[in-house]
C-alpha cells in the first residue's frame, strides 16, 4: 500500500515512520525536517527506536492508495483541497477535534473514514520523532457501521505493527477522544506539564472535570458515552502517556495557534447546559493566543 502522510509533524511522522516498515510512505511536511528525513531517513528514538525511510516532500504526489491526514484541525480545509489533486482510493484522519472528516469528504472524491489515536510522540529535531507512549488507533467508517475500506486500512496498519481496531461505532468513539483531548490538551498546556501530571492530586480531579462534561454534551447529542467510560479513558491515555507533552502543549510552546476551538471550544459550542470546567480552559486558551498575537 502506498500511504501519503499528510501533516508530518509529530504524530504524522511518527505513524509514517512505523507505516514505511512494510508499506511505500510518502511523508508530507515542511522543511528542515522534511530535507532531512529525504537526506538521511526518519530517526524514531524513545519507546521503539529504530531507521524508517519514507520518500519526504513539500507537496502531494500524484497518487496514493490513502491519504493518511494527522494536521491541526485549523489546516484541516487547506489539507483537502491539496488532497483533492491527489488520486486516492481512500482518506483517513486521525486528528484531534471535531468535524475534521465532514471537511475532508466534501472536497475528495473517495471514502473519508474516522480515526482516533493515542499514540505518544513529539518531533526532537529535523528527521528525528520521539515516541513517548505506546497507544492504539481506531478506524472505521465515520457514520459507523461495516466499511471494506476501513478493513483493509486495519490490516495494512496491523502489518506495520501499529496497534489497530477497526471499529463500527466511530461516532462513540470520536466523542470518547474528543473527552480525552478536552481533558489533557488544555490542561497540561496552561501548567506547562506531561500529560503524567494529571494522574493524581488537583491535575486528575481537572481532567476528570472536563471529561465528565464532555460525556454529558456527547449524551445530549445522542451518544451514549458514560461519565465512567470518559474519566476512565482519559485515566489510561494519561497513564500511558505519562512522558508525552500533549500537542496543545506543543503549540503553546512553539509559539502556535492551538486546536482549543475544535476540542474544548467545540464541547462548550455544543452544550445545553453550562460547562463550566471547559468553558475556563477555552477561555484561558484563547486569551493566551489572543496576547500572543499582540506581542
Known amino acids: 500500500m502506498h500511504v501519503v502522510v499528510f501533516g508530518a509533524g509529530s504524530l504524522g511522522s511518527l505513524l509514517g515512520g512505523m507505516l514505511a516498515r ?35 516532500d513539500t507537496a502531494v504526489p500524484e497518487a496514493a492508495d490513502l491519504a493518511l491526514v494527522a494536521v491541526k484541525s485549523g489546516d484541516t480545509g487547506d489539507a483537502a483541497r491539496a488532497l483533492a489533486d491527489c488520486e486516492l482510493s481512500a482518506c483517513l484522519s486521525v486528528q484531534n477535534g ?48 461495516p466499511s471494506p475500506v476501513a478493513d483493509g486500512v486495519g490490516e495494512a496498519f496491523d502489518a506495520a505493527g501499529i496497534e489497530t481496531t477497526v471499529a463500527t461505532d466511530m ?6 477522544k474528543l473527552a480525552v483531548n478536552a481533558a489533557i490538551n488544555a490542561a497540561t498546556a496552561l501548567a506547562r506539564a506531561e500529560n503524567g501530571a494529571l494522574a493524581d492530586g488537583p491535575g ?58 475544535a ?14 470546567v471547559n468553558e475556563t480552559l477555552t477561555r484561558l486558551l484563547r486569551l493566551w493566543e489572543r496576547e500572543r498575537d499582540a506581542r
Open 204 to 261: 486528575r480531579e481537572l481532567a476528570a472535570d472536563a471529561a465528565r462534561e464532555t460525556a454529558r454534551v456527547a449524551r445530549e447529542r445522542g451518544v451514549d458515552l458514560t461519565d465512567e467510560r470518559a474519566v476512565s479513558l482519559t485515566e489510561t491515555v494519561v497513564r500511558n502517556t505519562a512522558a508525552n507533552r500533549s500537542s496543545t502543549l506543543q503549540d503553546v510552546e512553539a509559539g502556535r495557534p492551538t486546536e482549543v476551538d
Open 98 to 145: 471535531m468535524g475534521n472528516e465532514v471537511t475532508l469528504a466534501a472536497e475528495l472524491d473517495c471514502p473519508v473514514l474516522a480515526g482516533t489515536c493515542s499514540y505518544g510522540a513529539r518531533l526532537e529535531g529535523p528527521g528525528t520523532v520521539a515516541f513517548t507512549g505506546r497507544g492504539e488507533v481506531v478506524l472505521g467508517a465515520r457514520a459507523g457501521g
Open 22 to 56: 512494510a508499506h511505500e510512505v510518502t511523508l508530507v511536511g515542511r522543511d528542515p525536517h522534511v530535507a532531512a528525513v529525504r537526506r538521511d531517513g526518519l530517526d524514531v528514538v524513545g519507546v521503539e527506536e529504530f531507521r524508517a525511510d519514507p520518500a519526504a
Open 171 to 176: 461516532p462513540t468513539r470520536l466523542w470518547e
Open 263 to 276: 476540542i474544548n471550544g467545540y464541547v462548550v459550542e455544543r452544550a445545553a447546559e453550562p460547562v463550566p
